[in-house]
């Protein structure tokens, strides 16, 4: 399968360039990345020198990063033609539930930053939108003792709302910096304390890889494809 | 009188690992580092499970011994490592192995080249490696592929900038016409 690592922030938003990244993102393992900058779609430093990298895909999505739900939809909607892979920056149970409602939106991102995580209306929400929702592993890399308690116990909520309705679920460490990135299979591990199985754990990792081909093609309306 | 019974013996596997790092690390605050995210991750009841011991560490490359039951356990916890002795790090394993013969032979570069940050690449179609010493138009290159010398009982690829001119548009190789 291929691994993709799905919500990567480069300079300016990171500390590293995206060529740098996708170096190190190939020597662990993944078949592509996904440059997602809270700036918009192309503004991020020498795009170009990334794409040099070879035996690695570099898509460039965006990341939403919005105060209200009018600006989320309004941002969403422009972005869309734009972006290969459109996530929202969540973690406000406001901001969440507006994501999950977006038929745009790919993925919602960090949707536990905050006190509570997704619920079970942005549940539903994402089902019938076809919103992933990320599982993103970076707090418990970075944080110890009880706030790493507290996000565990609301991620392992959360897991089992995403098993209640079958949302479909990505996992990334959302790195600013290559030395955030871990290989496809550390992910897996530490998914697998969360009590995410190895099989869905992998499928996770491949998901952001099909969305992409599939946004990349051209479509003229719904199900008609220019060839 | 044996000392233990065979039968009972503990089951081992072996982690080859490189750390990544801004700045040296010391084998001393790997270990700490190690403990302390082990504790906080898994307790004092988990670390006795998991057996984790630093075998080796040579500054970048080094094998850690554990229970071979606890793998999966293991390597997550070396996940959550992000930083060692106050520097922003991150330990890769590179492979595991059921004996430390393996893991050294399979894993750890046996280069006498450290491959260092001052070194320069060399990545085009048939040959990759490092750029161990430069001569006029002669270059000597390590190898990646270490199969690459076999049967001439060198170490090295030797090479002239001739073969690596008009290479200079690959970000992958740097290779700037040397």
């Known amino acids: 399968m291929k691994y993709y690592e799905c919500n990567l922030h480069t300079l300016p938003d990171g500390s590293d360039s995206p060529s740098r990244m996708a170096l190190a993102a190939k020597k662990l393992g993944y078949s592509g990345i996904i440059i ?9 430093f020498r795009l170009d020198a990334a794409e040099l990298v070879r035996g690695i895909e570099v898509a460039i999505g965006a990341e939403i990063v919005a105060t209200d ?8 909607a422009s972005l869309r033609d734009r972006a290969d892979f459109l996530a929202v920056h969540g973690g406000d149970e406001r901001i969440n539930r507006a994501a ?8 919602l991102a960090h949707p536990h930053g905050g006190r509570t995580g997704i619920g079970v209306a942005a549940a539903k929400a994402a089902k019938d939108n076809q919103v992933a929702i990320c599982l993103d592993l970076g707090p418990m890399i970075s944080l110890r003792g009880g706030s790493r308690v507290r996000w565990m116990e609301m991620v392992r909520r959360d897991l089992d709302l995403i098993d209640k309705f079958d949302l479909s679920l990505m996992i990334s460490t959302s790195p600013r910096s290559h030395l955030d990135l871990r290989s496809p299979r550390d992910l897996v591990a530490l998914a697998s304390l969360l009590g995410v199985e190895r099989e869905r754990a992998l499928k996770a990792l491949a998901l952001p890889g099909s969305i992409v081909e599939l946004n990349r093609r051209r479509w003229a309306s719904v199900g008609v494809e220019v060839l | 009188m044996r000392t233990w019974l065979p039968v009972l013996r503990d089951r081992r596997r072996y982690f080859a690992i490189e750390v990544e790092a801004e700045d040296r690390v010391r084998r001393t605050d790997l270990a700490s580092e190690i403990r302390a995210s082990q504790t906080s991750l898994f307790g004092d009841l988990g670390a006795a499970r998991n057996r984790l011991r630093i075998i080796s560490f040579d500054g970048r490359f080094g094998i850690l011994r554990h229970s071979h039951e606890r793998t999966e356990e293991c390597r997550a916890l070396l996940a959550t490592v992000h930083s060692v002795g106050g520097v922003r790090a991150a330990i890769r394993v590179r492979g595991i192995s059921g004996t430390i013969k393996a893991a050294t032979e399979k894993y750890i570069p046996q280069s006498t080249l450290q491959p260092d940050e001052n070194v320069r690449r060399v990545d085009s179609g048939l040959v990759s490696g490092s750029v161990v010493r430069v001569h006029g138009r002669e270059i000597d290159l390590c190898p990646d592929d270490q199969k690459m010398t076999e ?4 170490r090295y690829v030797g090479l002239t900038s001739f073969d690596l001119c008009g290479e200079d548009t690959d970000a992958d190789g740097t290779s700037d016409g040397l």
Request: charged share 15%.
């Open chain 1, 69 to 76: 739900q009018r600006g989320l939809h309004a941002r969403a």
């Open chain 2, 151 to 154: 049967g001439s009982g060198t």
């Open chain 1, 100 to 107: 999950c409602e977006d038929p745009n939106v790919d993925m």
């Open chain 1, 36 to 44: 997602s900058n809270h700036s918009p779609a192309g503004v991020a």
